[in-house]
């Protein structure tokens, strides 16, 4: 296949992933709507329990609440706002949502793209020490330090990076370098195993030749994959650790919208959420695909 | 089977027998309170101290290893039950339906969970005896976390369908239930088991992470996420070193299972 | 050499000439408080004030025509100089203090009290404080005829008239700022929403202190939106946060062993806990559940069985008093002291139950019927005190064969199903009192009031006590003596005590945190604990951090 070829197909693979990427974040947007709706708790407040207000200011109030419009006209306003970039506006805050992601997603991200940068560093630089020197001690005592982390819940840690005053991308760190570091790690064990690179070591190859020419091209395809999820299971890992944290992020957002029932966020918050995990999911996907292609 | 794998299946069969054995060794019923000796110090007749309310730690410590240890499983099995269910028929049908089922997988990771575990504790009725509400507790985690072994049961069924034993079988004509009930079944079995035990402690974990949020176990039954809740206070947790033994055990445990099974890929 | 001395000496005065300056001039301008709100205000404006962190917001940058000294619990002039409410509770006049200016400068006179009364009687308004002052339907009328008096007229009399206006912050009729335009000691000059919100000092405040120097001596308060109480504290403890308003007794007690100066302890407040039994005639458990709520000597046995002093030496650490009822001892004025003190007696409580039909068979109870007495309590989820009651609640109860399942549920369910629904058996809830009068309570105990929790909007009172009740509710709204108001409010309690269709257990105390750096400071057990007299409260360098944040 030409070159022009397989970029106009993989362009048009890559459109089509992303508009059913945007589908499935609308019916995932719109699932938790009919959730909300037909949840116990919902179109009830905290003002319900305040003796100060009389029966008919309740009742005003109430009127005054998205659900009262039906779920099929509420999805309906809600698409067509959508469309024109309107998010709505959230009850329990009272301020659009719009602005509120605009403030809360670059917190996240940044503790997210931070965290598995920490993550990956960590875990390449520990996998490449315990290839190089292949002793049994590193690996017992890299093993059981994994394990560790592993076995933590995220939730212990989250507060353990308060006590410590330590940054949410700290704790996001934490709770996904063990999973990168065992699969990086064996994956390159697999891949210094393989009988071209002994062939190459027999010819006398430089070390850095060997990992550049012989290591990377194979290993790259299921690496650029577990970026992907990688990314994912962040993102996943930081709600709780946000909530936990007490740092003001989308997790935090979410948390808290769900507490109170609070039917344009938690729409909206889970577009955002849908949207971002799938792409990380596909871009996995993707990446895995096209680069094993090329590697045949 | 290695020095260390051999350390840590005997280390979690003294805890699960040590579980089993619990009501016998329980010094106090679990939810006891007593109001004398609040927050108490480890003595003879109370040996981790007592908590709060004055409960000997001890015993909710048995009583919430049992709840963790037993429902993780049922949890794990559940889960690994729907995610056998729907992995193993898209990996076979393929095309359209594999499509959806893995696009379903991902939109399910992204919803709302908190809510929804909110939603289904909120809409319990009420009479229900607690331990049956933290059986419901645990099967909605079960419900919820069966994303995690889709992929790859669905990867194992792909290549199962590709496999040549079986384009054999249906060459034969072999019927489609006699297909999946002797070719199929037999060679994603052994997946299915390694997925189930993966699990276990993948919902011991996510048991303590609800409980730690108040999502998990309902008070007064403790369980090992329960029993942490009081880790924010990090000045009172050095005061008093015992009140990490719940943590210690959950971390044992957990490492004992990761010692003892297979590795699992990267997914979810 | 002694040039080069001297030259250095000057150089070393030179560079420490500026700190001295700043140190004298910081000890003498008020610096930057700092404390915590737990969550985003929803609205700078003072009328539409519902949540705490819009009051907190309101209080610290509100001008008000009578404040309620939060110390004394007496009324004191504020904007107005003095006040002359008629014998019919219907209209107020105030005579106002002139040559005053909002924080913007716009002059400060009765037409911008009339507009704030007026916007605060529209009917489409729908907030707390609008609705306090709506006790019946009708226009306000309000006459300006000078720039420093105004007579209002209400539709129908307002029990405790007067003590109403503290929540009234006077917006300003004409100025381009509309609701940041203020009257108080402070106004928002900055909010970043989820982090913080900032109030600077307002130049133009009216008060002045004994000496004549312009109030308030703060320059500035921050107020940092914090959630998570335990960061709170950790904050707190290093020096980040100059006091907590409202503390839990053991983060109290956490902070008590480290530094005993910081932690304050003013007493009961006006909060209570409280449990009830679901009188619902149409509720969704067996009629003879239903039976056994009804019953007063099953209510009261129950009250008798349950150990207040455990719930409040235990879960509160003993910073709290059991619960005479629905006014705390606090309440000076209000609080009927002549109720008897709640007993702990579970033998006394079977007696009870034994009239009632009830008998005790080995560890069981069961009532008339041979029915096994139990029932479910709910209460709500994440509030740690509560669960504690509830569990210790449980324990109490199974003393007298009565098993008590405990169920937590997040607030909107819990609110579903007690105000709509009325799918529950018992519940335990708390009550946040910021009103002295009680007659804020009066959608509590008529029956055909929403707030009713019991049995709410009834057609007609369900017993004769509810009857009584109701009818001393109206002859309280309607009278302006406080004399006799407080006759029909003790009858009240009175009614309470013997029927416990509220059964309280305890009154907690009113605990906050205040840095030794903030000089000044009283603790109330009236909300706002800790900050009440913001506008007097200055800081001094902290003795534990020995310089000043």
């Not at chain 1, 990688?230 to 769900?258: H, M, N, R, T």
């Amino acid at each position: 296949m030409s070159d022009t070829k397989i970029s106009k197909n993989l362009l048009r693979l890559g459109l089509r992933r992303l508009l059913v990427l945007v589908c499935l974040g609308l019916v995932g947007a719109l699932a938790s709507a009919t959730l909300v709706r037909f949840a116990p708790g919902n179109g009830v407040s905290e003002r319900d329990l305040d003796p100060r207000l009389r029966p008919d200011s309740v009742e005003a109030l109430r009127q005054q609440q998205a659900l009262h419009q039906g779920l099929p006209a509420f999805y309906f306003h809600y698409l067509a706002a959508l469309f024109h970039g309107d998010l709505g506006e959230s009850e329990s805050l009272k301020r659009p949502v719009r602005e509120l992601l605009r403030q809360r997603l670059p917190v996240t991200g940044n503790s997210v793209v931070r965290g598995l940068g920490v993550a990956w560093l960590a875990a390449a630089l520990l996998a490449s020490l315990g290839i190089a020197s292949r002793g049994w001690f590193f690996e017992a005592s890299t093993t059981a330090f994994n394990s560790l982390l592993l076995s933590l819940p995220s939730a212990v840690v989250a507060m353990l990076a308060v006590q410590l005053r330590a940054p949410v991308f700290f704790a996001i760190a934490v709770a996904v370098f063990p999973r990168l570091y065992s699969y990086i790690r064996n994956l390159l064990v697999r891949s210094y195993d393989q009988p071209h690179v002994l062939a190459a070591r027999a010819r006398g190859l430089g070390s850095s030749a060997i990992f550049m020419r012989h290591v990377l091209p194979l290993a790259a395809p299921p690496l650029f994959a577990l970026l992907g999820v990688s990314f994912a299971i962040s993102f996943g890992a930081a709600i709780p650790i946000e909530a936990l944290c007490d740092s003001p992020g989308l997790g935090q957002l979410a948390w808290q919208a769900a507490l109170s029932r609070d039917l344009p966020l938690i729409v909206n918050v889970t577009l955002v959420v849908t949207l971002v995990m799938l792409s990380a999911n596909s871009f996995a996907d993707l990446a895995g695909r096209t680069f094993s292609r090329e590697a045949q | 089977m290695k020095p260390l794998q051999k350390v840590a299946v005997s280390v979690l069969c003294v805890i699960f027998v040590t579980m089993a054995l619990a009501t016998f060794l329980l010094p106090a019923h679990y939810a006891r309170q007593y109001r004398d000796i609040p927050n108490a110090v480890p003595s003879p007749a109370h040996p981790l101290g007592t908590d709060a309310l004055g409960r000997d730690s001890l015993s909710r410590l048995l009583y919430g290893t049992r709840v963790s240890l037993l429902l993780a499983p049922a949890a794990a099995l559940l889960a690994t039950l729907i995610a056998a269910l729907l992995g193993s028929v898209a990996g076979l049908l393929g095309g359209w339906f594999e499509r959806i089922v893995l696009a379903a997988t991902d939109l399910s990771l992204a919803l709302p969970w908190l809510f929804l575990l909110l939603v289904v504790r909120a809409m319990l009725p009420l009479d229900v005896p607690p331990l049956v509400s933290v059986v419901i507790a645990f099967l909605m985690m079960g419900l919820l976390g069966w994303q995690a072994s889709v992929r790859v049961i669905c990867a194992a069924a792909r290549g199962v369908r590709d496999s040549d034993f079986l384009l054999l079988a249906r060459s034969t004509g072999c019927k489609p239930a006699r297909l999946v009930w002797c070719h199929v079944a037999p060679n994603l079995r052994p997946l299915f088991y390694a997925q189930f035990f993966i699990s276990i402690p993948l919902f011991i974990l996510t048991e303590a992470n609800l409980s730690i949020l108040g999502l998990g176990v309902m008070e007064p039954m403790p369980s090992w996420g329960n029993l942490m809740r009081g880790f924010e206070d990090f000045s009172t947790l050095s005061a008093n070193p015992w009140r990490l033994v719940p943590l210690v055990l959950l971390v044992i445990v957990v490492m004992c299972f990761q010692l003892v099974l297979p590795q699992q890929e990267v997914t979810q | 050499m002694i040039r080069r001395a001297s030259i250095l000496f000057s150089l070393t005065i030179a560079w420490c000439f500026p700190a001295f300056v700043a140190a004298q001039s910081a000890a003498q301008s008020g610096g930057e408080l700092h404390f915590c709100i737990h969550g985003e205000p929803k609205t700078f404006n003072p009328l539409l004030v519902e949540d705490g962190q819009s009051e907190i917001v309101r209080y610290l940058t509100g001008g008000v025509l009578i404040r309620l000294n939060r110390q004394t619990q007496a009324l004191e002039p504020a904007l107005a100089t003095s006040w002359n409410a008629t014998p019919d509770g219907r209209t107020i006049k105030f005579h106002l203090r002139t040559g005053l200016h909002f924080s913007d400068g716009t002059p400060f006179t009765s037409e911008d009290v009339a507009y704030t009364v007026k916007a605060l009687m529209d009917p489409q308004l729908h907030s707390p404080t609008g609705d306090s002052f709506r006790s019946g339907d009708g226009q306000v009328s309000v006459q300006t005829p000078t720039a420093d008096t105004i007579t209002v007229t209400f539709p129908a009399p307002v029990a405790g008239l007067e003590r109403l206006f503290d929540q009234v912050a006077i917006l300003s009729a004409h100025s381009p700022k509309k609701e940041m335009a203020v009257l108080g000691p402070f106004y928002v000059a900055d909010y970043s929403p989820g982090s913080y919100v900032q109030l600077r000092r307002n130049t133009n405040y009216w008060k002045k202190d004994k000496e004549g120097k312009s109030l308030p001596y703060l320059d500035s308060i921050r107020l940092d939106i914090q959630r998570n109480h335990d960061i709170e504290i950790l904050r707190f403890r290093r020096g980040e946060v100059h006091l907590i308003n409202s503390l839990d007794a053991d983060l109290f007690d956490r902070l008590q062993k480290e530094s005993p100066s910081s932690a304050h302890d003013a007493g009961p407040s006006l909060d209570s806990e409280f449990v009830w039994f679901n009188q619902v005639p149409t509720a969704a458990f067996p009629e003879y559940k239903k039976v056994w709520f009804r019953s007063t000597e099953f209510r009261k046995a129950i009250s008798l069985a349950i150990n207040r002093a455990d719930l409040a030496r235990i879960v509160y650490a003993g910073h709290a008093q059991p619960a005479y009822g629905p006014i705390s001892p606090a309440n000076h004025f209000w609080f009927n002291s002549a109720l008897p003190l709640p007993k702990y007696d579970s033998a006394a409580a079977l007696r009870l139950l034994a009239q009632a039909g009830f008998r005790l068979e080995g560890e069981t109870l069961r009532d008339s019927s041979g029915n096994r007495v139990e029932f479910t309590l709910i209460t709500s989820t994440g509030n740690k005190p509560r669960e504690q009651m509830a569990t210790m609640i449980q324990q109490d109860l199974s003393q007298i064969g009565i098993k008590v399942n405990m169920v937590t549920l997040d607030f909107p369910s819990l609110i579903e199903r007690i105000t709509r629904t009325f799918d529950y058996e018992a519940c335990l809830l708390g009550f946040t009192n910021t009103d002295l009068d009680p007659n804020s309570q009066m959608n509590v105990w008529l029956s055909s009031a929403e707030n009713h929790q019991w049995n709410p909007k009834q057609s007609k009172p369900a017993t004769a006590w509810e009857a009584e009740i109701d009818r001393l509710m109206q002859s309280q709204a309607s009278s302006t003596s406080d004399k006799k108001r407080k006759a029909d409010w003790d009858r009240v309690q009175q009614i309470v005590a013997e029927q416990q269709p509220f059964i309280y257990l305890i009154n907690r105390d009113a605990m906050s945190a205040i840095s030794p750096a903030v000089l000044g400071s009283a603790p109330s057990v009236l909300d706002p604990h800790a900050f009440w007299n913001a506008d007097v409260l200055r800081l001094g360098p902290d003795p534990a951090l020995g310089a000043q944040k």
